[in-house]
C-alpha cells in the first residue's frame, strides 16, 4: 500500500493532536516533588549489616515465593554476584575487599520504591502504582507483558515469569504492602536481627541517617544513597565505603524518570489507547472525502447528463415545435393554396355567372 | 569574503603539512638519538626525581619541565671520578642547590646554563663512545611518568640523638637563631628550635626554605665527613628520601632525654590576650600536664610543638592572639580533628583494637561530652596556696592522679547475664560478664592514657551501659530499649538489635572473630 502524502499528513496531524491530549506526569512543572507526605521506607545501614540472609529467608516466607535450591542458611550463594529474579524479591550479596572496609561487606537488593518510579511511568497500562505509603505495588489484572518496566527500572529489579506460558506476571518486591496495611513491618525489617533495616517514615529515616553520618563520621561516607537518587527513593542506604564498590550505580542523577521521559512517555497511554481511533478516523475522513468526491462528480456527471437532455430536449421541442410549426405553416400554406384555388375557382365561377347575369336586372 | 575563506583555507593546510613534517622530522631524529634507560630502571619507583622548571620564574613555561633523575647523573659521574662540584658551584657557606650557578639573574642565562653545560657534556660522551642523556629538545623536555617513592624525613628522637653524639653535645653544629640586632645567625643555648619553626616550606625574604636549608647544611655536613672516612649519614637523594630505604635508617630503642630546659611536669597556663598569666583556680580547675611522660610517647617535640618551643598559651591565648592564629587555648588543647591538640592525639589512640571495641560505637562529638572534663581538670589540691609555684602545683596534682584502669570487685560484677528478654526462635543467651569486664580491664591495664581516663570503677562498665549515670548496678538494657522503630525515640535501636549490635559490633572491632555474627548458635541454642 502506498501512502498519499496528503494521508500521511494526516497521520502526522493526528498525532500532533495527540500529544496536546496527553495527561502531564506527575512531577511536572518546577516544584520538588518530595514524595506522599508521611510516606513510609526503609533505611538500610551497610556498616550494620552481618550477611546472614535472614532477610531473604523472611522475604519468601511472606510473600510464599518457591523455595530456592539451596537453603536460607547456606552462606556460600553469596560468593556470586545475584540479581532479584521472578523467585526472588530481595538478595543480599557479599563484597569483599571493598577498598577501606575492615572485612567484606553486604548488600540488600531489592525495589527501591522510588518517588517516582520508572517503572509506573513506562507502563502504559498502570499496572503500576505509587501507594501513598511508599509502596510501589503491580496490578498483574492489567499488565499486557510488555515488560517496558523492566527496561525502564534503573536498579534492574522487576522480573518476569518466563517459565509460565499463559500467566506471566511482573515480579518484584511490594514493600510487603499488604502487610503494611495490616500495620505489619516488612518481612525483611522484621527479622532483620541487628536493625541494619529501619523502618519507619521517610522523612525520619533521612534525619536517623544524617544522625549516624554526623556522629560517626569516620564510619560513613557522607551521603544518603537514595536521597536523591532518580528523584529519590522509599528505600535509603547509608555505608563506609563508596556505594560504587558496593556494585551500586552513581551515574543516576536526581531527576525522577518520569522527569525526564514525561514528553514522550505520558503520550504513551493516550497514543496507545487512541491510536486505533485516530487512524480509524483519518481512514474515515479520506474515506469521506473520496466519497463526496464521488457524490460530487456523480451529481456533476448527473447535472451535465441533465443539462444535455434538457438541452436536447429542448432543441428536439424546438425542433419540434419548427417542424410542428413548418408543418401547420405547410398545411397552412396548403389551406391557403387550397382556398386561393377554391377562391379562384369561386371567383371565376362568379365571372361566368356575372357574365350571365346581365339580362337579368335587378327591379 | 570567498576569496578571503580560500585563502585562510589553504594557510591552514599549508602550516597544517608543515607542522606534519616538522614532527616527522623531530621523530626521526629521536629516533637516532641515545635510547631510553632500561624498562626495569624506568619502572623501579626513585627518590630522585627532580622537575627542572626553574624557569617558571620568569613567565610560562615554553616546554615541559625536564623530568632529571638526580642519581643517575651523581653515578655516571662518580665513574668518572667526578663529584657534586662538576654542576654545583660552591655559594657562601654551602655548595650552591642550583646548577652551574648561585641565582637565577635572567630566563635567557639560565636557559643558556642548562643548554650549554648539559648537551655539551651529553655530546663528550657520546663522543667517547658512552652512553649519554640525549642531545635534541624533546629528548630531555617531555612528559615522563616516572614513579616515585620519594618521602619525607624528619629528625625523630633516635636520630636527634646519634646526631648529638656525634656532634659531641655541640647543638651549635646545626641550631642557630637570627639575632636581628647584630643581622646575623648566632646560638643561644637553650633556645633551641626545630628547624622548620623558621624554614618555612617556601623561602621567605632572608630565610631560606627548609629543602635549601636541609640539603644544604645536611649534606655538606655529610659530604665532608664521608671524605674524611668518618661514619655519616647519605649524601644520595634516596639515602634520606627513599621510603624503602628511611626504614633502614638505625633506631636506638632507649634514647636518653633531650634537654632544653623544659618542664617535667607542669600546669597548663591560661594566658590572657594582653599577655597577663590567669591565676590558677580563678576560672577553670587547673590541667597538670606531665611534660616528660609526653616526649616518651611521641617521636618529635614537633608532634606537639608545631610552630614553637614556647608554652601553648603563649600564642594561644585564653582570646586568641595573631601569633595563634586567632585559635584559642580552649580549642587548642580540645580540637578533636586536630592532631597537635590533647584531644585530638588521645582519641587517635582510641582506633586500637583493645579500646575501639567500646570507643568505636561511641559518637564521636567536637567538643566530646562534658563527663570527661575531671579527667584533665582537677580540683585544687588542699595543701596548695596562692603563692605555689606550677611545677610544685602540677606535681602534687599528678600525684592524686594515678593513672590506673579501675573496676569493681570481683563479687560485684555479675558473673553471667542470661539474656531472657527476647527468646522465640532460641533459648536465652548466656553472657560471661564477668570475663568480659575483666578482660577489657586487662587489655588497658598497661596503658597510662587509659588509666588516666578509665580512674573511676564505672567507666569501662560505660563501654556497653551507656546513657545512664555510672552506677554499681547500671538499668537494664530492656529499661530504654524495646520495640524497635519508635517514632518518639528516632535514635535508639529496639532491644534485640541493641543486644546484637552492643556484641556483635564490638567483637568485630576488637578483632573477635568467633563466633561470626551469622552463627547464631555460637551465643544461643536453638530452641527443640
Redesign the interface.
Known amino acids: 500500500m502506498s501512502i498519499s502524502r496528503r494521508r500521511f499528513l494526516g497521520w502526522l496531524g493526528a498525532a500532533g493532536v495527540g500529544t496536546t491530549l496527553g495527561r502531564s506526569a506527575h512531577a511536572a512543572g518546577n516544584t520538588l516533588f518530595t514524595g506522599y507526605p508521611d510516606s513510609l521506607g526503609v533505611l538500610f545501614d551497610v556498616t550494620r549489616c552481618i550477611g546472614c540472609r535472614k532477610c531473604e529467608e523472611a522475604c519468601n516466607k511472606v510473600n510464599e515465593l518457591p523455595a530456592p535450591p539451596k537453603p536460607f542458611s547456606e552462606l556460600a550463594v553469596m560468593e556470586r554476584r545475584r540479581r532479584t529474579d521472578a523467585k526472588t524479591y530481595t538478595v543480599v550479596n557479599r563484597y569483599e575487599n571493598a577498598p577501606g572496609a575492615k572485612g567484606p561487606l553486604y548488600r540488600k537488593i531489592q525495589c527501591n520504591h522510588c518517588l517516582e518510579p520508572a517503572c509506573a511511568s513506562a507502563c502504559f497500562v498502570r499496572a503500576f502504582a505509587k501507594n501513598s505509603n511508599g509502596a510501589v505495588t503491580y496490578d498483574e489484572s492489567v499488565c499486557v507483558g510488555c515488560r517496558y518496566c523492566m527496561i525502564a527500572c534503573p536498579f534492574e529489579i522487576p522480573a518476569y515469569e518466563y517459565d509460565k506460558a499463559f500467566t506471566p506476571r511482573i515480579m518484584k518486591c511490594t514493600f510487603c504492602h499488604p502487610r503494611l496495611i495490616k500495620g505489619q513491618l516488612p518481612g525483611c525489617v522484621e527479622i532483620c536481627p541487628a536493625e541494619a533495616l529501619t523502618f519507619g517514615k521517610r522523612r525520619n529515616l533521612l534525619k536517623i541517617a544524617r544522625e549516624r553520618i554526623g556522629l560517626f563520621p569516620g564510619r560513613y561516607i557522607d551521603h544518603i544513597y537514595g536521597e536523591t537518587e532518580m528523584g529519590g527513593t522509599a528505600w535509603l542506604t547509608i555505608s563506609g565505603v563508596p556505594f560504587r564498590d558496593l556494585g551500586m550505580r552513581e551515574d543516576l542523577g536526581t531527576t525522577a524518570a518520569p522527569e525526564l521521559t514525561k514528553g514522550a512517555l505520558s503520550v504513551v497511554p493516550v497514543v496507545a489507547s487512541m491510536w486505533p481511533v485516530l487512524l480509524t478516523g483519518v481512514y474515515a475522513i479520506s474515506q469521506r472525502r473520496d466519497k463526496i468526491a464521488r457524490e460530487e462528480q456523480a451529481a456533476a456527471v448527473a447535472t451535465a447528463v441533465a443539462k444535455a437532455q434538457s438541452e436536447a430536449k429542448a432543441k428536439l421541442t424546438e425542433a419540434m415545435a419548427k417542424a410542428e410549426k413548418d408543418k401547420k405553416a405547410a398545411i397552412d400554406k396548403e389551406v391557403k393554396k387550397a382556398l386561393e384555388e377554391a377562391t379562384r375557382a369561386k371567383a371565376q365561377e362568379s365571372a361566368a355567372a356575372t357574365a350571365a347575369a346581365p339580362e337579368k336586372k335587378p327591379s | 569574503m570567498m576569496k578571503e575563506r580560500s585563502l585562510f583555507r589553504r594557510t591552514g593546510l599549508v602550516l597544517t603539512l608543515a607542522s606534519l613534517m616538522l614532527a616527522l622530522a623531530i621523530m626521526s631524529v629521536q629516533g637516532s638519538a641515545p635510547s631510553a634507560p632500561p624498562a626495569d630502571d624506568a619502572s623501579k619507583p626513585r627518590a630522585d626525581i627532580i622537575r627542572i622548571d626553574g624557569l617558571k620564574q620568569f613567565g610560562k613555561l615554553e616546554r615541559p619541565a625536564v623530568v632529571y633523575l638526580h642519581e643517575k647523573h651523581t653515578q655516571a659521574l662518580s665513574k668518572k671520578n667526578k663529584d657534586c662540584a662538576t654542576c654545583h658551584l660552591p655559594d657562601k657557606k654551602y655548595m650552591s642547590t642550583k646548577f652551574k650557578r648561585l641565582t637565577d639573574t635572567s630566563k635567557k642565562t639560565v636557559m643558556d646554563i642548562y643548554h650549554d653545560n648539559c648537551t655539551v657534556c651529553h655530546r663528550q660522551t657520546v663522543d667517547a663512545g658512552e652512553k649519554a642523556g640525549p642531545v635534541v629538545c624533546t629528548g630531555c623536555h617531555q612528559e615522563r611518568a616516572v614513579a616515585s617513592s620519594w618521602t619525607e624525613i624528619g629528625m625523630d628522637k633516635s636520630l636527634h640523638y646519634r646526631h648529638l653524639k656525634a656532634q659531641e653535645t655541640k647543638c651549635e653544629v646545626c641550631h642557630h637563631r637570627f639575632d636581628p640586632a647584630a643581622k646575623k645567625l648566632i646560638y643561644v643555648k637553650g633556645k633551641e628550635d626545630n628547624c622548620r619553626f623558621c624554614h618555612l616550606q617556601e623561602t621567605v625574604d632572608n630565610v631560606i626554605s627548609m629543602r635549601l636549608a636541609s640539603h644544604g647544611q645536611c649534606i655538606d655536613c655529610h659530604r665532608k665527613r664521608l671524605a674524611q672516612n668518618q661514619d655519616a649519614g647519605p649524601a644520595t637523594c634516596g639515602g634520606c628520601h627513599d621510603a624503602a630505604l628511611q626504614k633502614k635508617i638505625q633506631k636506638l630503642k632507649d634514647v636518653p632525654r633531650l634537654v632544653r630546659g623544659q618542664p617535667d611536669v607542669t600546669v597548663v597556663q591560661a594566658i590572657r590576650s594582653d599577655g597577663q598569666k590567669v591565676a590558677p583556680f580563678t576560672r577553670m580547675s587547673v590541667v597538670p600536664f606531665n611534660h616528660i611522660g609526653h616526649e616518651t610517647y611521641n617521636d618529635t617535640c614537633r608532634a606537639c610543638h608545631h610552630s614553637s618551643m614556647d608554652a601553648c598559651g603563649k600564642c594561644h591565648t585564653l582570646q586568641g592572639s595573631k601569633d595563634g592564629k586567632f585559635v584559642k587555648l580552649q580549642t587548642a588543647m580540645h580540637r578533636v580533628s586536630a592532631q597537635a591538640s590533647c584531644l585530638g592525639c588521645h582519641d587517635s589512640f582510641q582506633t586500637d583494637k583493645r579500646c575501639a571495641g567500646c570507643h ?1 560505637s561511641m ?3 567536637d567538643p566530646p561530652g562534658l563527663s570527661g572534663c575531671v579527667s584533665c581538670h582537677m580540683p585544687k589540691p588542699a595543701a596548695a596556696t596562692p603563692e605555689t609555684e606550677p611545677k610544685v602545683m602540677a606535681a602534687m596534682l599528678l600525684d592524686a592522679r594515678q593513672p590506673v584502669t579501675a573496676t569493681y570487685a570481683d563479687e560485684d560484677i555479675p558473673e553471667t547475664v542470661e539474656i531472657k528478654a527476647l527468646s522465640k526462635q532460641f533459648e536465652s543467651a548466656k553472657l560471661p560478664h564477668r570475663k568480659i569486664v575483666q578482660t577489657l580491664v586487662k587489655n588497658i591495664k598497661d596503658s597510662k592514657l587509659a588509666g588516666a581516663f578509665h580512674r573511676e570503677p564505672g567507666t569501662v562498665c560505660q563501654g556497653c551501659h551507656h546513657n545512664s549515670p555510672v552506677a554499681k548496678k547500671p538499668p537494664a538494657c530492656a529499661s530504654c530499649h524495646g520495640q ?2 519508635d ?1 518518639r525515640n ?2 535508639r ?2 532491644l ?2 541493641a543486644y ?2 552492643q556484641c ?1 559490633e564490638c567483637h ?1 572491632d576488637m578483632g573477635i572473630e568467633k563466633p561470626v ?2 552463627n ?1 548458635t555460637g551465643c544461643h541454642k536453638e530452641k527443640l
Do not use: V
Request: proline share 15%; charged share 15%.
Open positions: 568505636a559518637p564521636r562529638k524497635p522503630f517514632g528516632l535514635f535501636p529496639g534485640q538489635a546484637h549490635l556483635m568485630k555474627a551469622t547464631c
